[in-house]
């Protein structure tokens, strides 16, 4: 059984695959650029924002750094443009516009 997700790809047989097919690591989508499928982006309008950190821990995905106590723009390789971020900012320094290609 595979018990290393890093390991997992199109190539390894189903017998293989970890019982239940249950992952056995974790913090595994930092290995896996997840936002690749997003439809829609969330836009950061800096002059906007007054750094109250309200967006930060309603993110399912940890994409918005924080970086010497201050926000700064998103994390898209992980993103996937679910929009709460937008919803929960009260200075509407968070827009969504459709997918960029």
């Keep these: 059984m595979a018990t ?4 997992m790809n199109e190539n390894v047989s189903w017998k293989d695959l970890t019982e239940g097919c249950n992952i056995y690591g974790s913090g ?3 290995l896996f650029n997840t936002g690749e499928w997003r439809v829609d982006c969330p836009e950061f309008i800096q002059e906007k924002c007054k750094q109250c950190l309200l967006c930060i821990p309603v993110c399912p995905d940890s994409s918005i750094p924080v970086v010497d106590g201050k926000r700064v723009d998103f994390d898209f390789d992980h993103c996937k443009g679910c929009g709460i971020c937008a919803k929960v900012c009260p200075f509407g320094a968070i827009k969504m516009k459709g997918a960029v290609e």
């Design 28 to 30: 595994t989508s930092k």
């Design 4 to 7: 290393d997700i890093r390991k």
